[in-house]
C-alpha cells in the first residue's frame, strides 16, 4: 500500500488510491477494461517466482482499476492489502478457506449473522470438513466454552445482519487469540468510517460492497483486508477460485466509495429518526437500532463504533403475515433485498436473507416473526416517516 499523509478517513475516501500527478494527469482513475497486458521479462519472473499479484499480467490477477479500488480500501481500514472481489459472499468465502483449512478446522460464529453465511458455514462448508458452532459471542460462559472444545476461526459482524447486534469485538478478539483463532469480521453494516475492525483485534476484515461501499444499487461486489501475509492466502482463492472484480464494477466502487462520508451521515441521521418514529407506533412491538437506549447493544455500540449505522429492523404485532402486509403497503420505501442503497429499501429476512433457517433456526438467531429489515436512504425523513406510518395502519 502506498504510503499517505495522516489524512482523515473523509480525505482518504477521496485521495487515496489515486491522485493526478505529472505522470498520469486524469484527476479521476482511468477505466481499464483489458484483460491482458503486454508482457516482459518482469512479467514472467513473477510468474514463474510465485508474484503474480505484483505484475500486469491478466486482469483476473491484476488490473490497474482494481489497484485503485484496492489501496482506496486498505488505506480506510488501515490494512496492509486489499482484495476486491465479484461479490461479497465471494469474499467471505475466500477469506474463511484462507484461514479455515479443510478436514478437521473448526469455526466458531456469533449465533446472529447474514443468512447466506450460516448456509454457506452450516451446509457447504461441513462436508469440506470445516465444522462450525453458532453460539452467543457476547456471553462470556458460552464464548470461553466454545473456545475450549477449540477454534481455528471466530467469526462475526460489526452490526449484525438483521438483529443489529454490537459484538465486543476487541473483548472476543482478546480472548480467541489466546485460543489460537483467527478472527473474521464482515463489517458492512459498519463500514470502514464507524469500524475498522483490525484497530480492534481482528485479522481480517470483510464488506460486502455492493452495499454502503458503492452506495448507489448498482454493482456487486466484496472485498477482503489485512496484513499482507495472510492475505497472500486470501488473494491465491480470488486467483485460483476466479472470484475476481470486473474493471467496470471496480471503477463504480471507487467512485461510490469518495461519497461515503456524505451518505452515510445522512444514513445514520434518518435511521434513527425513523427508529424512533416506529418505536411509538402502536403496531410496532420492538425496533432494532443500536442508537437507541433500549436496544441491548447499545452500550457495546458506544464501545466499539464510531456512530450507529443506516439500519434498523422492527417488529410488527401479528407476525410475518401482517409484517408483509405493512411492506406491501409502502408507497415510497421499496420493496427489495440489498441494503446501502441511496434509497430505502424493506425486506423480511423469514423470506429472504434467512429463508433457508427453519423459525426455530431464525429466533436462535435473533429475527422473531414480524420482522421487518429496512436500510434507510437518503431521502426527506419526514416523507419516510408518513409512508411508514400510513402502511403500519393500513395493514
Not at 138 to 146: K, L, V
Not at 154 to 171: C, F
Not at 325 to 333: D, E, G, P, Q
Request: aromatic fraction near 4%; hydrophobic fraction near 45%.
Amino acid at each position: 500500500m502506498t504510503s499517505h499523509e495522516p489524512w482523515s478517513p473523509a480525505t482518504l475516501c477521496v485521495h487515496a488510491g489515486h491522485r493526478a500527478s505529472a505522470a498520469q494527469r486524469a484527476v479521476v482513475a482511468p477505466l481499464v477494461h483489458s484483460t491482458t497486458f503486454l508482457l516482459d521479462d518482469t512479467a514472467y519472473s513473477a510468474m514463474t517466482q510465485g508474484r503474480a499479484s505484483e505484475a500486469w499480467i491478466y486482469s483476473r490477477i491484476r488490473n490497474p482499476t482494481l489497484d485503485v479500488v484496492q489501496e482506496r480500501i486498505a488505506a480506510l481500514e488501515g490494512a496492509e492489502r486489499c482484495v476486491v472481489f465479484s461479490s461479497g459472499m465471494a469474499a467471505i468465502h475466500a477469506a474463511l478457506l484462507a484461514t479455515a483449512q479443510s478436514g478437521g478446522s473448526r469455526v466458531v460464529a456469533h449465533r446472529e449473522i447474514y443468512g447466506s453465511t450460516w448456509d454457506l458455514l452450516a451446509h457447504l462448508l461441513a462436508p469440506l470438513g470445516i465444522a462450525s458452532e453458532f453460539v452467543d459471542l457476547n456471553d462470556p460462559r458460552a464464548r470461553g466454552a466454545a473456545l475450549a472444545r477449540g477454534a481455528d476461526v471466530v467469526y462475526l459482524e460489526s452490526i449484525t445482519n438483521p438483529s443489529l447486534d454490537v459484538p465486543d469485538l476487541q473483548v472476543i478478539a482478546t480472548e480467541a487469540h489466546a485460543a489460537g483463532a483467527r478472527v473474521l469480521v464482515d463489517a458492512t453494516f459498519a463500514t470502514p468510517l464507524l469500524q475498522r475492525p483490525l484497530d480492534l483485534g481482528a485479522d481480517l476484515s470483510i464488506h460486502s460492497a455492493t452495499k454502503y461501499l458503492g452506495g448507489h444499487s448498482d454493482l456487486i461486489g466484496g472485498c477482503v483486508s489485512g496484513q499482507a501475509d495472510l492475505m497472500a492466502r486470501v488473494f491465491r482463492w480470488m486467483q485460483l477460485a476466479g472470484g475476481c472484480l470486473d474493471p467496470h464494477a471496480a471503477f463504480l466502487l471507487d467512485r461510490g466509495l469518495k461519497t461515503l462520508p456524505l451518505r452515510l451521515e445522512c444514513h445514520q441521521r434518518n435511521a434513527l429518526e425513523l427508529a424512533r418514529r416506529l418505536a411509538g407506533h402502536p403496531r410496532v412491538e420492538r425496533v432494532l437500532h443500536p442508537g437507541l437506549e433500549s436496544h441491548p447493544a447499545h452500550e457495546r455500540a458506544l464501545r466499539n463504533l464510531q456512530g450507529f449505522g443506516g439500519m434498523l429492523s422492527f417488529v410488527v404485532r401479528g407476525g410475518d403475515e401482517a409484517a408483509l402486509r405493512a411492506v406491501r403497503a409502502l408507497r415510497l420505501a421499496l420493496e427489495a433485498s440489498s441494503l446501502g442503497g441511496v434509497e430505502t429499501l424493506v425486506s423480511l429476512p423469514c423470506n429472504t436473507s434467512h429463508a433457508r433457517m427453519s423459525a426455530a433456526e431464525r429466533a436462535a438467531a435473533g429475527i422473531p416473526p414480524g420482522l421487518v429489515r429496512v436500510s434507510v436512504g437518503i431521502e426527506d425523513v419526514a416523507d419516510l416517516a408518513v409512508d411508514f406510518e400510513r402502511a403500519l395502519t393500513a395493514a
